[in-house]
T-cell receptor
């Protein structure tokens, strides 16, 4: 069974500051890991995914995440926050790339950008 | 390329009724899955379909069911609605090969009164 823990239900940063959203996972098999973003009244948009090709994954909108097996972590970062980054962010894990077992999501982190 | 389309966007139903939600995946995507999102429980996996076959189901009662048609379109049905079924229901599709990331629709907001 898989599980995901996102540390911090709310994270507040100033515009232009570093964004760091934390995600730790638990998986009995090598995991596939994902970060999704959700804007109000919308569905989920895939930011990036880790599928064992490279430990540092670059995504859309300047986000990236690093897979650290020893720490069972997959933290999301962005060097400089923009007001448009304000949204809900979800980390998800799958044992089979999002196939038959579906995605297991964390509880989400609400990112607040201070002007 | 059109995205994942879910209809309707909003729905209000009365306790005890049943409801059917529809999802049209991205053209060429044969795998469709459904998720329930609530403030209390977050995002939870409902079920996943591939080539008209349900491959897995999450921990939900039998009132929740679904199906997939030969054109990959999918429907989910909830019978005997309860207040706790009020949620955003999200459908997602993905290609059968290559990318492992699901593309999500905008969801159907179901309110049970």
């Amino acid at each position: 069974a898989q599980s995901v823990t996102q540390l911090g239900s709310h994270v507040s940063v100033s515009e232009g500051a570093l964004v760091l959203l934390r995600c730790n996972y638990s998986s009995s098999v090598p995991p596939y890991l994902f970060w999704y973003v959700q804007y109000p009244n919308q569905g989920l948009q895939l930011l990036l995914k880790y599928t064992s090709a490279a430990t540092l994954v670059k995504g859309i909108n300047g986000f990236e995440a690093e897979f650290k097996k020893s720490e069972t972590s997959f933290h999301l970062t962005k060097p400089s926050a923009h007001m448009s980054d304000a949204a809900e962010y979800f980390c998800a894990v799958s044992a089979s790339g999002g196939g038959a077992d579906g995605l297991t999501f964390g509880k989400g982190t609400h990112l607040i950008i201070q002007p | 390329k059109a995205g994942v389309t879910q209809t309707p966007r909003y729905l209000i139903k009365t306790r005890g009724q049943q409801v059917t939600l529809s999802c049209s995946p991205i053209s060429g995507h044969r795998s469709v899955s459904w998720y329930q999102q609530t403030p209390g429980q977050g995002l939870q996996f409902l079920f996943e379909y591939f080539s008209e076959t349900q491959r897995n189901k999450g921990n939900f009662p039998g009132r929740f069911s679904g199906r997939q048609f030969s054109n990959s379109r999918s429907e989910m049905n909830v019978s005997t609605l309860e207040l706790g079924d009020s949620a955003l229901y999200l459908c997602a599709s993905r290609p059968t090969t290559g990318s492992y990331g699901y593309t999500f629709g905008s969801g159907t907001r179901l309110t049970v009164v």
